[in-house]
Nanobody
Framework: QEQFVESGGGSVKPGGSLKLSCTAS????????MAWYRQGPQNQRNRVAS???????HYADSVKGRFTISRDNAKRTSYLEMNNLKPEDTGVYYC????????WGQGTQVTVSL
């Protein structure tokens, strides 16, 4: 069964940047669409970005223009580059296949505060 391991989180000040990574345990080429999610303090998990192997990307309105999703199939890795971070971006970030999702990984914590 596919598994994803997220990394790259940390604590930054507003306006800062982070780049998250998500590495798949098995082949990445067949994953048509990857997505990144944020779980906030009230434990809701919302999708913030997704992509497809055809290059189509989608972003939540709250992160448009600031976040960029990308992938490197050879490295079996999805990336989420986050710029101009805001306190409301704080949360645990998870990645998963958008179609036929795998069990959730441990996520990576992002904290944006002064």
């Amino acid at each position: 069964q596919e598994q994803f391991v997220e990394s790259g989180g940390g604590s930054v000040k507003p306006g800062g940047s982070l780049k998250l990574s998500c590495t798949a345990s098995r082949s990445f080429d067949s994953i048509f669409s990857m997505a990144w999610y944020r779980q906030g303090p009230q434990n809701q998990r919302n999708r913030v970005a997704s992509d497809t192997t055809t290059g189509i990307t989608h972003y939540a309105d709250s992160v448009k223009g600031r976040f960029t999703i990308s992938r490197d199939n050879a490295k079996r890795t999805s990336y989420l580059e986050m710029n101009n971070l805001k306190p409301e971006d704080t949360g645990v970030y998870y990645c998963n296949s958008l179609i036929n999702p795998a069990p959730w990984g441990q996520g990576t914590q992002v904290t944006v505060s002064l």
